[in-house]
């Protein structure tokens, strides 16, 4: 199966920024939500943020509005997450995936919505 593919990660400093990118090839998203996850050493994987395809409409977990923004492009072919302000705290594997259009919410919960996981891309901030 072909993995969704993140990049863009680094190492910064704390209130730096970066911007990643996720696609996959062969898909567009024009019917589908893409969303942005994290996992932190020890801890579960955790929508960071999504965004439709058909309608662009978004959603920001908590500790991060105001800092990231999701986008797409106009082919639904690239998303990306602009991460701003960032800090220690955001550490983590960063990792992207796909539900349907109508099933936004159900990313909230990345182990039901989520069959498949590409390698991610690491993010670090230092303090």
């Known amino acids: 199966e072909v993995e969704y593919v993140e990049s863009g990660g680094g190492l910064v400093q704390a209130g730096g920024s970066l911007r990643l990118t996720c696609r996959k090839a062969?898909?567009?998203?024009?019917?589908?939500?893409i969303g942005w996850f994290r996992q932190a050493p020890g801890k579960e994987r955790e929508l960071v943020a999504y965004?439709?395809?058909?309608?662009?409409?978004?959603y920001y977990e908590d500790s991060v509005k105001g800092r990231f923004t999701i986008t797409a492009d106009d082919r639904r072919v690239t998303s990306y997450l602009q991460m701003n302000n960032l800090k220690p705290e955001d550490t983590a594997v960063y990792y992207c995936a796909a539900s349907w259009w109508d099933r936004c919410a159900s990313l909230i919960v990345p182990s039901d919505a989520v069959a498949s996981w590409g390698q991610g891309t690491q993010v670090t901030v230092s303090s």
């Open positions: 062969r898909f567009t998203f024009h019917d589908h939500c």
């Open positions: 965004i439709s395809g058909r309608n662009l409409d978004t």
